[in-house]
């Protein structure tokens, strides 16, 4: 099994005193799921839900928090 690269040096990504969260700092990144992964989570600290297909967009996952702690019921 590969493994997918991971950001580095995050603060590069916004200017000092912004958050970064949201569609226009991430964009497109994604972190891709395999067959039979859940496709339903929720973030313990925002009570957020996250639809996934594929991947879990990044850009849904950090939307409100720059951090995120994601469980799945499955």
């Given at each position: 099994?590969?493994?997918?690269?991971?950001?580095r040096?995050?603060?590069?990504?916004?200017?000092?005193?912004?958050?970064?969260?949201?569609?226009?700092?991430?964009?497109?990144?994604q972190?891709?799921?395999?067959?039979g992964?859940?496709?339903?989570?929720?973030?313990?600290?925002?009570?957020?839900l996250?639809h996934?297909?594929?991947a879990?967009?990044?850009?849904?996952?950090?939307?409100?928090?720059?951090?995120?702690l994601l469980v799945s019921?499955?």
């Open positions: 099994m590969g493994r997918d690269p991971c950001p040096f995050l603060a590069t990504l916004v200017e000092e005193g912004e958050d970064p969260l949201g569609t226009d700092v991430w964009q497109d990144t972190v891709a799921l395999q067959d992964f859940p496709r339903l989570w929720r973030n313990v600290l925002t009570g957020e996250i996934a297909r594929e879990l967009l990044i850009e849904e996952v950090l939307r409100s928090l720059p951090v995120a019921n499955a």
